[in-house]
């Protein structure tokens, strides 16, 4: 049981590029989330799934795409990096949405 | 909105010392309060619970209890290690929701 596996665990971009995050879960949780954090301001929701092919957007959604057509995976795509998304990204999941389960983390750096 | 503040940190204490961590919290009905740790270069992962006031949560030493008169749950531990150096994030999840509102965390340094 790998719990919420991450890929990848560093990444730099440069401005106007995309790429996508990585975020699995083994543990059959219907609830994941994206969320980002930055020093002093804890973590803000990006986008949220509450089942396969069911996506809502968090607190901070912009420049970030989701799509869930598994209950296994939740992608993060970042369609034009820019600086301000410079962050530490955190999948999660959960069985009822409450206690969260998280992964390791991406730290991605946008020059 | 739903909102959740945090002392700020970082609490610095030399170990078997108190600790306290204050954390209050802004939101509409009866929401379920959360403390989550994070160590160094890891995700965060629930270090307790409480879902309805006056519930206390417990677990690995730490505390809080669920005080809906003061909207607070601060996070108490009697006797600090070492090991307990880590960030310290306060949540909360609106009743009916389905998303956690994060406090900006606390940093504890716990030194021997």
């Known amino acids: 049981n790998a719990g919420v596996t991450q890929t990848p665990k560093f990444q730099v971009l440069k401005t106007g590029q995309s790429m996508t995050l990585q975020c699995a879960q083994d543990m059959n949780h219907e609830y994941m989330s994206w969320y980002r954090q930055d020093p002093g301001m804890g973590l803000r929701l990006i986008h949220y799934?509450?089942?396969?092919?069911?996506?809502d957007q968090g607190e901070v959604p912009n420049g970030y795409n989701v799509s869930r057509s598994t209950t296994e995976d939740f992608p993060l795509r970042l369609l034009s990096a820019a600086p301000s998304q410079t962050s530490v990204y955190f999948c999660?999941?959960?069985?009822?949405?409450?206690?969260?389960?998280f992964g390791p983390g991406t730290r991605l750096t946008v020059l | 909105g739903d909102s959740v503040t945090q002392m700020e940190g970082p609490v610095t204490l030399s170990e078997e010392a108190f600790l306290t961590i204050n954390c209050t919290y802004t939101?509409?009905?009866?929401?379920?309060l959360f403390w989550y740790v994070q160590y160094p270069g890891e995700g965060l992962q629930l270090l307790l619970k409480?879902?309805?006031?006056?519930d206390k949560g417990s677990n690995k030493g730490f505390e809080a209890t669920y005080r809906k008169e003061t909207t607070s749950f601060h996070l108490e531990k009697g006797s600090v290690q070492v090991s307990d150096s880590a960030v310290y994030f306060c949540?909360?999840?609106?009743?009916?929701?389905?998303?956690?509102?994060f406090g900006g965390g606390t940093r504890l340094m716990v030194k021997p």
């Open positions: 999660a999941s959960s069985y009822t949405g409450d206690t969260q389960y």
């Open positions: 409480a879902t309805k006031a006056d």
């Open positions: 939101a509409t009905g009866y929401p379920s």
């Open positions: 949540a909360l999840m609106s009743s009916g929701g389905n998303m956690l509102t």
């Open positions: 799934s509450v089942g396969a092919g069911i996506t």
